[in-house]
């Protein structure tokens, strides 16, 4: 990869709308989708296949996966928590699909309604079945560098789930700051020693902003050779089963500040900020971005 290429993996439409209450049409959804597209952005997480009781903004996974229309170019995933989730993804048309466990055993049991060592068990069934339906596997770790409920995760206890991920066979791995708990010195330490053990494997990061030090970890993931981050339009976001959750680092922001540092993205951070705008306007609430507001976007339309 060129190591000035930065590759941002947009989850506004997973991530970043999952905790709203306002539910999101999916004539919407469609639209947002298309902008993204239209803006430079490559990899979409679009939904997540959950019980709809649970997390109601998903209820019309497959029928939005369905009513895409697919550019060859550009990945669009969904995330799984279970086997029956990576069963309706695969029905659903997708062929890179996100299975996701939590480091911490409390979070475990909140969002998965399994503890870690059942999750744990589960997760190499969920590969396994990406691989024989020839779906790309992205092993993720929750809560990788804290957890709201039991307070510091282990470094060594993350770096036995990655080799554990590794064993299994995903083609992609991914450490989450669930909480917005990690600092970029210990940040920078672990995720060197993550992307040596990966080795060939991709390694993405999903960050949170929540105590405000998301773009900070940025940098520091940078430094320990990260390459893949996940972001969300306007900075949305937040676990339905985290307290006190709050935004991803927003797409707009982290483009440009990756531009000011010399690093590509192939992103158009000024058609970005304009959908932030409109989902803004939508939810008629400020979101947690700047650069939308800072940004000049008159004259852009979504569509």
Do not use: W
Request: proline share 2%.
């Amino acid at each position: 990869m060129n190591n000035s290429l930065v590759i941002l993996e947009e989850q506004g439409l997973r991530d970043g709308i999952q905790n709203l209450s306002q539910l999101i049409p999916i004539a919407q959804k469609l639209a947002y989708v298309n902008a993204l597209v239209d803006a430079g952005i490559k990899r979409i997480q679009i939904a997540s296949f959950v019980h709809p009781r649970l997390v109601p903004q998903m209820a019309d996974a497959e029928e939005l996966c369905k009513a895409i229309h697919r550019k060859d170019d550009v990945i669009y995933s969904g995330l799984v928590l279970n086997l029956r989730g990576v069963e309706r993804a695969i029905d659903a048309g997708l062929d890179h699909i996100a299975c996701s466990l939590s480091a911490s055993d409390t979070h475990s049991q909140k969002n998965a309604r399994k503890t870690l060592a059942q999750a744990q068990s589960a997760f190499a069934k969920m590969v396994k079945l990406c691989r024989q339906h020839h779906v790309t596997a992205r092993g993720g770790i929750q809560c990788a560098f804290g957890c709201r409920y039991e307070g510091i995760i282990q470094k060594e206890h993350v770096l036995d789930m990655v080799k554990s991920h590794l064993d299994t066979g995903i083609q992609e791995l991914a450490l989450a700051d669930s909480t917005g708990m990690a600092n970029p010195k210990d940040l920078q330490e672990l995720m060197s020693q993550v992307v040596e053990l990966a080795g060939e494997v991709p390694v993405i990061l999903h960050l949170h902003n929540t105590e405000n030090k998301g773009y900070a970890n940025v940098f520091a993931a940078l430094l320990a050779g990260v390459r893949i981050f996940d972001t969300a339009f306007g900075g949305l976001g937040g676990c339905p089963f985290i307290e006190s959750a709050s935004g991803n680092i927003a797409t707009e922001d982290t483009v440009n500040m990756l531009n000011q540092m010399g690093y590509e993205t192939g992103i158009d951070m000024k058609k970005i900020a304009a959908i932030s705008m409109k989902m803004q306007s939508f939810l008629n609430q400020e979101l947690q971005g700047k650069m939308y507001t800072l940004l000049n976007t008159d004259g852009i339309e979504m569509i």
